[in-house]
């Protein structure tokens, strides 16, 4: 009789623990891709600043469960191989409120700064992160973490614009 109570016991416990394991491990698939997607875009840039030369960000289509993201010289030469797992959804922000599935490839210019992208990551159990790339510093953001079932806060646009710039004289008055 005690151990039916003890295998009862350990049951309902098993019950409230499993789903919080899994839905951890979701939400650590998705952060660790933010992680290696932000590990590329940083790289480029790197490369970009200290060699003077222009580097590409190359994320392939999904295939045989992992995804490809390659940094690219612009001489074609490979400098870096990252595999993400496959059974993530990537879609970008193409242009404002227009989202795609086919990822294009993200320059990194030898001044420091990058094309604008916006990445959404979700997985099967329908969470979802954002990753945000800045065009003036080339710098790599999450910026949120959401289910389905909520609303992403809408990002403010993002000029690409060079800094204004203030010309102030030493007259005297």
Known sequence: MEMMVVLALIAIAA????PSIAHGYGSFELRLTASSLSSAFKQARMHAVYEARNYVVLIGAEENNRRDVYVVREDGKTVDHITLPGNLRLVA???????TQEL???HFFADGHSEALQIDVSNPN?????????????RAQVTQLYSSDEKPVPLPAVEESAPSVSVITGGRQ
């Open 15 to 18: 019950a409230l623990v499993v």
């Open 93 to 99: 922000e193409q242009q404002r409120d227009v989202w």
């Open 104 to 106: 294009r490839p993200i």
């Open 126 to 138: 329908g969470h979802h992160l954002q990753l945000v790339l800045n065009p003036l510093t080339a």
